[in-house]
């Protein structure tokens, strides 16, 4: 089956730093780009980040520019996001999720996301 | 970049139809794609390639686009169609995700 299931999230204090994970199984993470999306509690879908399945071209979200970090390892199927000097505007539920292609560039699969809380 | 924009809310009797629009600049240029998310879950696309169906989803949820609008057609509504409905599409310059702000139908 196919699946993505995101770790790492928790409780930071503003300005920290944190570190997602994505595991994929039932798939081979090389041949996709990859997505992360985040939900803000109550609110609308957010686009995060994208990397491309090498790893060479990398997008974030304008208003996180600077912040954040996407990465992958093919070899161990897994994605990341690391974020620095978090605010508590990025509390959110943070989703993985898998891009079906560059050009038709929708999320055919989801993880379930990861809680991240910021707040002192 | 290209905004999405949705009505925040639809509502309709089961057996109707509901049509949740999406209109943005871009959309004559660029495909969309919609999501149905119910609370405490993850999205789940429904449509894809403008009017594509995942095999999983059933062919009550339709698609069509005009000029800078794409609508989402539920026919025969049903109480479990009732969830947070997203329309995404692609940033003009970039190959990102844009998203709509979300419509939530309401299943009378």
């Known amino acids: 089956e196919v699946q993505l299931g995101e770790s790492g999230g928790g409780l930071v204090q503003p300005g920290g730093s944190i570190r997602l994970s994505c595991a994929a199984s039932?798939?081979?993470?090389?041949?996709?780009?990859m997505a992360w999306v985040r939900q803000a509690p109550g609110q609308g879908l957010e686009w995060v980040a994208n990397?491309?399945?090498?790893?060479?071209?990398?997008y974030y979200a304008d208003f996180l520019k600077g912040r954040l970090t996407i990465s992958r390892d093919n070899a161990k199927n897994s994605l990341s996001l690391q974020m620095r000097s978090l605010r508590p505007e990025d509390t959110a539920l943070y989703y993985c999720?898998?891009?079906?292609?560059?050009?038709?560039?929708?999320?055919?699969?989801w993880g379930k996301g990861t809680t991240v809380t910021v707040s002192s | 970049s290209s905004e999405l924009t949705q009505p925040p809310s639809v509502s309709v009797s089961p057996g109707q139809t509901a049509r949740i629009t999406c209109s943005g600049d871009a959309l004559p240029k660029q495909n969309a794609y919609w999501y149905q998310q119910k609370p405490g879950q993850a999205p789940v696309l429904v449509i894809y390639?403008?009017?594509e169906r995942p095999s999983v989803i059933p062919d009550r949820f339709s698609a069509s686009s005009s000029g800078t609008t794409v609508t989402l057609t539920i026919s025969g509504v049903q109480s479990e169609d009732e969830a947070d409905y997203y329309c995404q599409s692609a940033d003009s310059s970039a190959p990102y995700p844009v998203f709509g702000g979300g419509t939530k139908l309401t299943v009378l």
């Open positions: 999720a898998r891009v079906f292609s560059y050009y038709y560039n929708y999320m055919d699969v």
């Open positions: 039932g798939f081979t993470l090389s041949g996709y780009w």
């Open positions: 990397i491309n399945q090498d790893g060479s071209e990398r």
């Open positions: 390639k403008d009017n």
